[in-house]
């Protein structure tokens, strides 16, 4: 038996999800009446892990980032996990607005976690290793306690508890 066990906090999104969300709200824009002869495009940079949506106005863009929020919701991807930036305009007339999509801890919430975690009282232990936290206790029990205290806090960021072992 092991004398420690662990788990690692992360903050991922599933990006074959993501795609096969984006691609039936595509179809979706396709099909609607209301969205007929626009220039509405929805582009997906992986390497750049960032989403862009161009339309042809600022209500037909909310209307899109809508469809995109229902479709992520149904295919199981967090809606923290988008950071939208400002609309800006684009060419001919249209606007575009630039989503980052996040990936790994950013150093400063991984900070916050790792208070929140020491502040609880707990008999567990939290180190940052990377863009992930990784959670360690002589007791499963204490790790799961961890995990629940966790859900319950709010860090503005989807996380998700691996490696539990």
Request: net charge positive; aromatic share 6%.
């Amino acid at each position: 038996m092991a004398d420690q066990f662990s788990f690692d906090v992360v903050s991922e999104v599933n990006m074959q999800e993501l795609k096969n969300a984006l691609d039936q709200a595509t179809k979706e824009i396709k099909q609607r009446f209301d969205f007929k002869d626009t220039k509405t495009e929805i582009t997906l940079k992986e390497k750049e892990k960032e989403l862009v949506v161009v339309s042809d106005d600022d209500y037909k863009l909310k209307a899109v980032q809508e469809i995109i929020k229902a479709k992520c919701v149904k295919r199981g991807v967090s809606l923290k996990a988008f950071e939208y930036g400002t609309v800006e305009p684009a060419l001919s007339g249209t606007v575009r607005q630039v989503a980052k999509i996040q990936s790994g801890l950013a150093s400063d919430k991984a900070k916050e976690i790792t208070k929140a975690v020491k502040d609880s009282k707990l008999k567990v232990q939290a180190q940052i290793q990377g863009e992930q936290v990784r959670v360690l206790s002589k007791s499963k029990d204490d790790l799961q306690a961890a995990i629940a205290f966790l859900k319950g806090k709010d860090f503005a960021i989807d996380l998700q508890f691996t490696n539990y072992r």
